[in-house]
């Protein structure tokens, strides 16, 4: 059974950091493409940052680039995304997901993703 276990939400003022992870298990990991995404209520879910296979360079939202930044470990089966210089409008419950098979036009769509978290809200606010 897959489980990805997201950690590390909470609140935090404008200007901060905040560092989230996400522990996989009951999966091949380095064969799955991992990526965060976040989604505010009435809003749909946005890409926010990707590791394709096999570790390789990670893509970015365009928001949060210069930021955040995500790093994969495969020895730990775990992904994190660090937040840097947060903003209001990166509150929003962060989710992490696993695909496997997935090719890089795909990374930005939550559709292509076969496993979520349960997700961790981040409240930015002072």
């Known amino acids: 059974q897959v489980q990805l276990v997201e950690s590390g939400g909470g609140l935090v003022q404008p200007g901060g950091s905040l560092r989230l992870s996400c522990a996989a298990s009951g999966l091949s990991f380095p064969r799955y493409a991992m990526a965060w995404f976040r989604q505010v209520p009435g809003q749909e879910r946005k890409f926010v940052a990707a590791y394709k296979q096999w570790n390789s360079n990670p893509y970015y939202a365009d928001i949060v680039k210069g930021r955040f930044t995500m790093s994969r470990d495969n020895a730990k089966n775990t992904v994190t995304l660090q937040m840097n210089n947060v903003k209001d409008e990166d509150t929003a419950v962060y989710y992490c997901?696993?695909?496997?098979?997935?090719?890089?036009?795909?990374?930005?769509?939550?559709?292509?993703?076969?496993?979520w978290g349960q997700g961790t809200q981040v409240t930015v606010s002072s």
């Open positions: 997901a696993a695909a496997g098979g997935i090719i890089t036009s795909q990374l930005r769509f939550p559709s292509a993703y076969e496993y």
